[in-house]
């Protein structure tokens, strides 16, 4: 074994220091004894157990949650030194362990007896010394001279020197910082002015609108300023808030302005695209490209109808008649945002409802006519066909069972999970303009989305990412416990392990990142009344469907869309299926409560266009969610 060496010592203070600074900035705790009562407990860090961060080699008793390694160590029992083995903590790092260690003492109520949680006590470096020594936490007599002379002598100004040299950055808690501007789209690429304790400094936003900033104990309120590029000037931005005790944080802030591109009225003189030829009895292949179902959501829509545009309609409204998206029809037709239609205009729309009538029909046959083999997914309705053909075959089929939480509900299965991540993740992308003449002849201007429902994009990034709870002690999902940064009343403890239902969280979480406000809640039944209710309260692509279980309990996720014959809603949340994990299920619509979007989530007819969405069959009980 090497020599332990003075440069070890140095370079243990100096490793300590920030990590001192950080709890102590976070809990009003005098950082100062924390590094002299480390020098001395541990020999300037050479009694540290190695591979465990363990500072003050805490043991790893019933109440710890957390990874353990067993040692070989020397204990004092009933006045004899003897060899035993023990469990040990095991932290992540250094401010890990510094931070349980003063958990450990503000739940010990020998300490607080003492006063060392004191006001008055609290931050003093002597004060608090000697609180420790009332307790009991040593028995020499001079305990507290012991520690002044530590923290005064050469070898602790050597290392803090040292530490102060090479600065405390990746250590300092991190406010993670998303920049969205009015119409609550990334502002990508963006400069940024940053200004923070005096010090003003110059960052760019990346594809996400995003960049992180380190906060210095002590740091006050953040202020951020914006380069407009169509102006040419900075922009003010509301600043992020500090709280007195500075931990990790993610905001997400609303720039004042945006600039959505539109056309002149001179454009509308412009002869509208000339639509695509009708279809014939091509191949499915011959189709155009214009029409992938990936990008429109058009569910492998190969069939299209012309539909004569009437007075007063606009893209939104024939998609919604239509069961489609406004970008399928577009796009089938040609025509690029800005988007012009007029009266007489004739378009090509995807005939969404004459192919779903064709699956069902296709899926409602005896399996043995159709396949020669039982009917796919061993649904109930499957077998009841299959049942009703065999046993009676001149007789009218059977009604169909009452569905299986995680049937397809005799649809086709809908489109593919990665041809839905695929059409979210082409959303957040712009506006588009859509010119119309209303009914009173009147040219009229709609400005929308190019994306339904933003935060679907990020809940999709999410499943994408196989985010779920992790089996084990002390092994906790990093995402999941990122989600809780969004439940700011949730307590310590519970946003602290992934066994904590978060549900809730995450639509929390997902909404955060686009600029709209969840509740802050933790609890899925709190979303009965926020926000504003769906129109009808019919189901809508990425509305917060609140469930109630028959058995009991509630969840929440987001809808993201229905089945062929309306019975089931598809849905993409948090902890759901039996590995807790974000994924993709199915809920009867019976079990649903409520849907509800943002208060300030505009009304859009595309939102109540659902098409038959894949699950990852995640069971949806009450157990499967809690």
Not at 531 to 549: E, H, Q, S
Request: aromatic residues 8%; hydrophobic residues 35%; glycine residues 8%.
């Amino acid at each position: 074994m090497m020599a332990y060496t003075y440069e070890d010592k140095l370079n243990f203070i100096a490793d300590l220091y920030c990590p001192a600074r950080v709890v102590a900035d976070q809990t009003g705790c005098s950082w100062e004894l924390i590094l002299a009562q480390a020098a001395q407990e541990t020999g300037w860090g050479e009694k540290v157990l190695p591979g465990t961060n363990n500072v003050f080699n805490i043991k790893a008793d019933s109440s710890w949650k957390g990874e353990s390694k067993v040692f070989h160590v020397r204990e004092t029992i009933h006045k004899k030194t003897e060899w035993v083995d023990a469990p040990f903590r095991v932290y992540a790092s250094k401010l890990e362990s510094l931070s349980d260690r003063t958990k450990f003492l503000r739940e010990n109520p020998i300490y607080t007896k003492s006063g060392l949680f004191k006001p008055e006590v609290k931050g003093n470096f002597m004060l608090e010394a000697q609180a420790l020594k009332k307790a009991g936490y040593a028995t020499e007599t001079d305990y507290v001279d012991q520690l002044a002379t530590v923290f005064s002598g050469p070898t602790m100004r050597r290392g803090i020197a040292r530490a102060q040299e090479r600065g405390c950055g990746p250590v300092l808690p991190m406010v993670e910082v998303f920049l969205l501007d009015g119409a609550k789209l990334p502002i990508k690429n963006s400069k940024v002015q940053v200004l923070l304790d005096g010090k003003q400094a110059e960052v760019v936003t990346d594809g996400h609108g995003r960049f992180v900033i380190r906060i210095a104990p002590k740091s006050v309120n953040i202020q951020l300023k914006v380069f407009d590029k169509d102006q040419n000037a900075w922009v003010n931005v509301d600043p992020v808030k500090l709280d007195k005790l500075v931990t990790d944080k993610t905001a997400t802030l609303i720039a004042p302005t945006f600039t959505a591109q539109t056309s002149t009225r001179e454009h509308e003189k412009k002869a509208s695209p000339k639509p695509a030829a009708a279809p014939s009895a091509a191949p499915a292949a011959t189709a155009p490209p214009a029409a992938k179902p990936a990008a429109t959501g058009a569910s492998a829509v190969t069939k299209f109808k012309d539909y004569k545009v009437l007075k007063g309609d606009s893209l939104a409204s024939i998609a919604s008649a239509h069961q489609t998206s406004y970008q399928a029809i577009a796009e089938a037709n040609g025509i690029s945002s800005p988007y012009i239609i007029r009266p007489d205009q004739i378009l090509r729309v995807p005939d969404v409802k004459t192919q779903l009538a064709e699956q069902e029909k296709r899926h409602a046959a005896p399996p043995a006519a159709a396949h020669g083999a039982p009917a796919a997914h061993g649904t109930a309705a499957g077998k009841g066909a299959a049942q009703g053909a065999h046993d009676k075959p001149a007789a009218k089929p059977q009604q169909p069972a009452a569905p299986a939480a995680n049937d397809h509900d005799g649809g086709s299965g809908g489109i593919t999970l990665a041809s839905l991540g695929q059409a979210l993740s082409r959303g957040t992308t712009g506006l588009h303009t859509v010119f119309f003449r209303n009914a009173e002849e009147r040219p009229q201007t709609d400005l929308m989305h190019s994306s339904r429902a933003p935060w679907m994009k990020f809940a999709q990034e999410e499943f994408e990412k196989g985010v779920k709870r992790r089996t084990g002690k002390g092994k906790n999902d990093a995402r999941i416990l990122e989600y809780f940064t969004a439940t700011p009343s949730l307590d310590k403890r519970s946003a602290s392990v992934d066994e904590t239902p978060y549900c809730a969280a995450f639509v929390n979480w997902c909404l955060g990142r686009t600029g709209y406000k969840g509740n802050g809640s933790a609890l899925a039944a709190s979303f009965a009344k926020w926000g504003r209710p769906t129109k009808d309260n019919k189901p809508a692509l990425g509305a917060v469907a609140l469930i109630k279980f028959p058995t009991g309990g509630h969840h929440v996720t987001f809808v993201a869309g229905i089945s062929p014959n309306g019975r089931q809603i598809a849905t993409l949340g948090g902890n759901q299926g039996e590995n807790h994990e974000v994924s993709h299920s199915r809920c009867p619509k019976t079990m649903v409560v409520v849907y509800r979007y943002p208060s300030d989530y505009p009304h859009y007819d595309d939102d109540y266009v659902l098409h038959d969405v894949e699950s990852d069959h995640a069971p949806m009980t009450a157990s499967s969610t809690h």
